[in-house]
């Protein structure tokens, strides 16, 4: 939608314009009719009704214009009627949340990546094209002054005043774009240094609010005239009492009773209450008279010139210039502030230097206007810039010959971290030119400035001179004064200055002798530079030197990289970077900068010094070198750790560029091995081992076992056995997940549905086996102390053994009726206690039923060694009697025999861990 507006600004007011605009800005913003709000009502109805009705026929033209099909101007045509309104600068401000708009300047990032619809042609030449290539990707970019996008190879594209999503389609269109997809976005700017320079001033006189008159009560000054319209108040008292007021005439006369009429036009008010009084005295003896002021006149004038809002203005008779240039909406950028012209009768009575009131609060020039006065504003004179460190940089206007003193006083004066003896003047003078200023110089301060000149006032620079600074674990870090001769100790008096955990034997220090010369990086020791003053760790400190300390817990690469990282960027072929690096068991390994003389012991004090499980006889250290510029070498040096620890300087080797020390850790330092006896011990708990130590030492350790205890029970668990059982289980639970799902496929054809409700609950049961890690061991004969394998067994890290106390219960399991236990009863069959778990169920395998042995021992029928006389099997105390299923009716799932296998061993050995557990 297009919109309109005809209305003359000249004849709206503020106030009436701000309705009008703002109710303007709400039907853009909605894309409806024209509706105001409440405080906007409010406004319109304090209006006098002369610029009610105006208001109301602008608003029903905006409403035609907004139904309108094609409207008469652009919203930006629209806008630019708003210029002098506060806040409606632009249309980004006129319309809320409205889209950022590329402008002269405007920093754009712009996003090319090829579309994928592109054919092959296209994508050969995308491909071919080197300028093409070099687009894809983000890039910033800045329109020039007219808002026109330069791109290699192209005509500048004008952008000027578009929206983001513009840009897209705006670049698209260009053929030599059109394979790209383009992302454009509008950053956000602020423009700083000369460009952002405004023109002082201006911004004072722009209207803030819908009216600025002149105060309609309070004292009227003594050289207030008076003139056709004033109204005066007159008290007599004494002999003759009254209280009168009467307005002045068009003739200028004021007719007073008892007195007379009195010529007034054009006297004073100071003039005319001396004259009253006179008359008074003379004409009414005894009586006195008090004069005031009552409402004042209205008076018309004209602003004109280059201001915001020429025209006629009804304005108070207390109206003064600067308020007259308010009721214009304030003096325009191209119009002076320094010679504001007041005509009367053609002619020029007096001029207004704004800046006087601007800078110095001086209203004497500030007279009051006459009826018909013209407020005239002739073009901007002369103009500099002040940029830089001033208090108050702008473009500001001169008068006369100016120099660059009279330039600096404008500004403010200068900042406190002005360098006035590097400022600088740009000028233009045919072409663009630059001129060396010294402020500090009276002479120099002296030249006069051309119009258009811009003096640039620098910053001093960010380097510190004759200063050294402290970094680091201390209690106060920052700047100190440097002096000739300063130490280490100098700078940190004593340890009270540094913080707990810090590091006293590595302290780093990082020197640039001058700017540009390379960095040197040395460390010393401060615990030696305290003790021993005259040492050489207490070295000298140069100017500009930064003195880092570390703290044992932070770490030191944080700081370290840095220095590396300005190590690298100087290294040459002929001067490689100069570091080493250090690892293994020291408290901070890392690499750190190689130090002129550096030796092992340096590196290894860089490190913080070797670490509690460090192998403190030898270490080793790898150097690299080039043969002859073909080929890097490498060699190892074994370095004696024990010789330099004792002070051998022949042990100590000088270190080079790159070379890399490890320390090495204690054999078997990680080697601790604990394990747990628990139950029927004499002495249970955890136990340290040595390694290859067996359970029959470490029980011998523990006193053996008590006289309650029941050895065959005797569980013992590994954690690697229990890995390798749980990756059992997983791969057995695949296999059979697999198989079910073969076998659903089948099922409707072959009836299998029981079958798979059969696999399903062993499926859920096997994935919620808990692995126990379990060895079978013959308790005891450990305990009897025969040289028997189980006595053998090497106890590893995190191993258990439980020991129960005796038992009389034989437990039955799987396919019978009732899966319980019974109390053991001396010369009882398996077949017994089946039977009084009430039977088999008809899924058992008869075939199959194993015994598993309290220590974890599994008996079958057909291959025990341990069978009686006839293949009996003995049942013992502690036993369990496992009835399996009959897998072979389930074919072809043969392997389900294993799981419930795994199902029934897993729940014996977990009922007895759990025994201990809880």
Known sequence: MIYSFSVKRSLLEPALRAIIFTAFATSIAFAQGIQLAPEQQQMLNQLPPAQRQQAMEAIRQLQQSQESPSGLQSINEAVSQTESLPGFSDVNQLIPNAEPRAESRSRLVLDFSPSEFLSVIQ???????????????????????????SLRGMEPVPLLGLTEADINRRLKAEPYLSMFDVNARILGQKLIGVEALEPFGYDVFAPRDTRFDAPASGPVPPDYVLGPGDSVRVQLFGNVNGIYEYEVSRDGILNLPEVGPITVAGLRFSEFRADLNKRVKEMLIGTQVSVTMGPLRTIRVFVLGDVNEPGSYVVSGLTTVSGAL?????????????????????????????YDLLLNGDTSSDNRLQPGDVIFVPPIGNTIGVSGAVKRPAIYETKGASTIADAVQLAGGLAPDADGKGARIERIDGERTTVAVDLTSVESSQQTVRSGDTLIVPDVLPSLEETVVLAGHVFRPGNYQWRSGMRLSDLIGSTDELKPGVDTEYVLIRREMERGQPVQVLSANLTAALQFPAGADNMRLEASDTVHVFSRALGRQRVIEPLLEELRLQSTFDEPIRKVEISGNVHAPGVYPLESGMLVSDLVRAGGNLSEAAYALEAELTRYSVASHNSREVDVVKVDLDAIRRGVASADLQLREHDYLIINRVPEWDSTWTVSLEGEV???????????????????????????????????LRETLKEQEQEQIETLARRLEADLASLSLQASNTGGADTLTTGRV?????????????LVIDMGQVVSGRNSAAAAVEMRDGDRLLVPNHTQVVTVLGETQQNTSHLYREGMSRDDYIGLSGGLTRRADKKLIYIVRANGAVVAKNRSRWLGRGGRVDIRPGDTIVVPLDTDRMRPLTFWGNVTQILYQGAIAVAAVRTFDN
């Open 123 to 149: 994508r050969r030449l995308l491909e071919e094209d080197a300028v093409l290539q070099q687009l894809i990707g983000s890039h910033l970019f800045v329109l020039d002054d007219s808002g026109l996008l």
């Open 326 to 354: 308010y009721q214009g909406g304030g003096i325009s950028e191209v119009g002076s502030l320094r010679n504001v012209q007041l005509k009367r009768n053609g002619r020029v009575v007096a001029s207004l230097d704004l």
């Open 682 to 716: 004499l002495f249970p708990g955890e136990y340290r081992i040595r390694r290859g130590e067996t359970l029959g030492n470490v029980l011998q350790r523990a006193g053996g076992l008590t006289d309650a205890a029941f050895a065959e029970g005797a569980v013992f």
């Open 762 to 774: 062993l499926l859920d049961q096997l994935r919620s086996t808990e692995a126990v890690g379990r």
